[in-house]
């Protein structure tokens, strides 16, 4: 496997980590990003799956303004598994984004069936609950794709920097999209575009957790990391950082590398 350069620069370049920013000019240019791309590929629009989290708040905002501006559609996802405990939050995010139209799927039976069938050797509870949180993330990457098959759109991602330094995302599940506006912003960037974007308060600002795992519901990203957002975003715009968080950061990125490559061959 081809290795990165694992320092604060290297990373910051390989992720396109901008040195000055401005919410402003950055949510524009990727609205028109959005616009010129689905206008170039003959899409007829996007879908996202949208959470009720920042990230896919914003992206979704973002690819639904870039439609309007092309005559295209927004296709907004609801992908709970079961009953999602914050749905009142993704109602807020549905309300501010305003798709054209939102398709929601159950992924439960799915992810369930899908489990169960193929429980080949005892992982044990802890191991096997998270399997079961990256099917469910593979899912929900399915259903986006069998509906934007069916309308001939593009499936939009919420990947950032933040997350991607820390290989923070499900391969071939929240992994998987064909466009993704938010890449190279740091999680407190896409914060600032959020409240350009006037996105309900409570969204910006709530604590981001992939929300997979059923033993650990709604476990806090920071938690899992062993880093906050804040020094992981300090990292990534070139500021000093503890020794602590330093390693932290560089061994996720070292150990995550083949989420960012594309599949080896001899």
Same mark, same amino acid.
């Given at each position: 496997m081809d290795t990165? /350069? ?7 370049a390989?992720l396109g980590?901008a ?7 950055? $949510? ?8 010129? *791309?689905q206008? $170039?590929?003959g899409? !007829? ?6 959470s009720?989290?920042l990230d ?6 973002l690819?639904?303004?870039?439609? +309007?501006? %092309?005559?295209? %559609? ?5 992908? #709970? ?8 939050d993704?109602?807020?995010a549905?309300a501010f984004?305003e798709? !054209?139209?939102?398709v929601? &799927?159950?992924?439960?039976p799915? &992810?369930?069936?899908? @489990?169960d ?8 509870p ?8 990256n099917v469910? $993330?593979?899912?929900?990457?399915v259903?986006? =794709? ?8 593009l499936?939009?991602?919420?990947? @950032?920097? +933040?997350? +991607?330094?820390m290989?923070?995302f499900?391969? *071939?599940g929240d ?5 993704a ?5 740091t999680k407190?960037?896409?914060r600032?575009?959020?409240? @350009?974007l006037?996105?309900p308060?409570?969204l910006?600002e709530?604590? /981001?957790?992939?929300?997979?795992e059923?033993?650990?519901p709604?476990? /806090?990203?920071?938690e899992?990391y062993?880093? %906050? *957002?804040?020094?992981?975003? $300090? =990292?990534l715009v ?6 602590? +968080?330093?390693?932290?950061?560089e061994t ?6 083949h989420?960012?490559q594309l /599949? #080896?061959g #001899?």
């Open positions: 990165e /350069p694992i320092d604060q620069d290297s990373i910051r390989a980590v040195e000055e920013f401005d919410a402003a000019q950055e $949510a524009e240019r990727r609205i028109q990003f959005l616009a010129d *791309y206008s $170039a590929s899409a !007829s629009g996007y879908v996202l799956g949208i009720g989290g896919s708040t914003v992206a979704g905002r690819a639904g303004l870039a439609c +309007a501006r %092309t005559g295209g %559609t927004f296709t907004a996802m609801r992908l #709970p598994y079961g009953r999602q405990r914050d749905e009142s993704a109602a807020d549905l984004i798709p !054209s139209a939102t929601t &799927v159950d992924i439960k799915a &992810v369930d069936s899908l @489990h069938e193929t429980a080949v050797n005892d992982l044990g802890e191991r096997s609950d998270f399997v079961k949180g469910k $993330a593979r899912q929900r990457m259903a986006q =794709y069998a509906v934007a098959g069916r309308l001939g759109s499936v939009v991602g919420t990947d @950032h920097a +933040a997350e +991607a330094v290989g923070f499900t391969k *071939y992994g998987a999209l064909d466009v506006p938010l890449l190279g912003l407190g960037r896409v600032d575009i959020g409240r @350009h006037g996105a308060a409570h910006v709530k604590v /981001p957790t992939a929300d997979l059923e033993l650990r709604a476990l /806090p990203d920071e899992a062993g880093v %906050t *957002y804040q020094e992981i975003d $300090a =990292y070139g500021e000093d950082v503890g020794e602590r +968080a330093r390693g932290v950061i996720a990125y070292r150990l995550t590398a989420k960012r /599949p #080896p #001899p």
